[in-house]
């Protein structure tokens, strides 16, 4: 009995420890600050990276999206099952290291990035499956629908647990 208890509460705290670690790096929480690092969940995964570029303390465009979309229940639902997500900020106010702010830079280099905010669908090998420049209207229901159009699967939270039954005659 005691090992078991103890394989559990080892089991919680290596999960908490990713989550708080995932969230001490700053950031929004849920969202990863390493290319690098989501690059390597989503191999392991076989999830696609959702990366945002944001301006996140100046875009009113970016702050807009978070509120009306990234922050929903229904995106963050979504985003658990079928999505790795990347967090790629530039922002004015608030400090990054200096190792960041060029990763970020690189990055913003590497896929042309030109207004925020930009979200990029990238499979787990880095091929680019879709991009989102602006901020798109219709809330969480147009945001999801449109990653879903750039995978060409239906996601996983729209996938019925059995499948449905024929009707009896």
């Not at 106010?93 to 207004?115: D, M, S, V, W």
Request: positive net charge; contains cysteine; glycine residues 8%.
């Amino acid at each position: 009995m005691q090992s078991i208890s103890s394989l559990k509460r080892l089991t919680l705290t290596l999960v908490g420890g990713l989550v708080l670690t995932a969230i001490s790096l700053g950031g929004t929480p849920g969202w990863l600050l390493s290319y690098d690092k989501a690059q390597e969940f989503a191999k392991k995964s076989g999830r696609p990276v959702l990366v945002n570029f944001t301006g996140s303390d100046w875009c009113g465009w970016c702050i807009k999206m978070k509120k009306d979309v990234l922050s929903k229940p229904e995106f963050i639902q979504y985003a658990s099952s079928n999505l790795i997500l990347l967090e790629l900020d530039f922002p004015q106010k608030t400090p990054q290291t200096a190792e960041l702010k060029a990763a970020n830079e690189a990055l913003k280099q590497r896929f042309k990035i030109t207004g925020f905010p930009t979200f990029i669908l990238v499979d787990p090998n880095g091929k680019v499956l879709g991009r989102q420049v602006g901020y798109l209207q219709g809330g969480v229901e147009a945001f999801t629908d449109k990653i879903t159009s750039w995978k060409g699967v239906t996601p996983a939270a729209a996938v019925p647990a059995e499948p449905a039954k024929a009707p009896t005659p």
